[in-house]
C-alpha cells in the first residue's frame, strides 16, 4: 500500500484497468480536484469476479500501463490486492481501514459501474464503510437515479457542491461528480486490439 499520513484525504480508484486508457485518467484528475484529495491510490485489481478472467491481460501489464498514464505525483499505482489475494472490494475498503487509523478515505467510480453496484459482493458494506465519489461517464449520466444503490442509499446523498468535504465524511455517504467525460472504454479498445 502506498505510503499515507494521518489527517490525508485519500481517494481510492479501483479496477481492471483492462487496459488503463486516458479516461480513466480523466476520472482520476476530476476525482483529485473536485474532492479535494490530497492522493489518490489507482489500484489495479488481479481480476473483476463479475468479468471473464481470460480476457484479463496480466497483471503487471496493466500496472505499467496505468502507469504510463499518470502524470500526477499524487496518484500512487498499486497492485496490493494481488499479494493479498484479496478479490472483492468489500474486503479491499476493510483492509484499507483497518491499515491505515486516521486517514479519510474515498471511494471512486465510473457512472457506468453505477448500475451493476448492486451484484458486487456485499456493496451494502462498501457504501457503509468509506464515502463514495461516482463520476460521471458517457452514457452512464442517469444511471445515479435509477440505480439500486442510488435509491437504497437516497438519503445519504450529498450534493456536488459537498464534494470537496466528501472524504471527511462518515459513510454512508455519496455524492454524483459532473465534469468532463471520455467516451473510451476498455471493453471497446480490447475489442478494436483483437479485431486488428
Known amino acids: 500500500m502506498p505510503h499515507v499520513e ?14 488503463p486508457h486516458a479516461g480513466h485518467a480523466l476520472v482520476a484528475e476530476i476525482a483529485l480536484r ?8 489507482w489500484i489495479v485489481t ?6 471473464r478472467a481470460s480476457d484479463l491481460a496480466p497483471l503487471a501489464e496493466r500496472i505499467a500501463g496505468s502507469e504510463g498514464l499518470i502524470h500526477d505525483p499524487r496518484v500512487k499505482v498499486t497492485a496490493f490486492e494481488a499479494a493479498h489475494h484479496i478479490r472483492y472490494t468489500a474486503d479491499t475498503l476493510a483492509l484499507v481501514k483497518r491499515r491505515n487509523p486516521g486517514v479519510d478515505f474515498v471511494w471512486i467510480m465510473g457512472a457506468d459501474s453505477l448500475a451493476s453496484f448492486h451484484r458486487w459482493q456485499r456493496w451494502r458494506a462498501i457504501a457503509e464503510t468509506f464515502p463514495i465519489a ?43 461528480v459532473h465534469g468532463p467525460r471520455s ?7 480490447r475489442l478494436a486490439r483483437n479485431d486488428g
Open 34 to 41: 473536485r474532492l479535494r484529495l490530497d492522493q489518490l491510490w
Open 134 to 176: 461516482v463520476v460521471d461517464r458517457p452514457g452512464s449520466t442517469l444511471a445515479f437515479l435509477s440505480s439500486v444503490m442510488a435509491k437504497t442509499f437516497a438519503r445519504a446523498r450529498v450534493d456536488e457542491e459537498g464534494a470537496p468535504r466528501l472524504a471527511r465524511m462518515r459513510a454512508p455517504a455519496w455524492t454524483f
Open 46 to 51: 488481479p481480476g473483476n469476479p463479475l468479468k
Open 183 to 189: 467516451s473510451l472504454s476498455s471493453t471497446a479498445l
Open 6 to 19: 494521518k489527517g490525508m484525504a485519500v481517494g481510492l480508484f479501483g479496477g481492471s484497468f483492462n487496459p
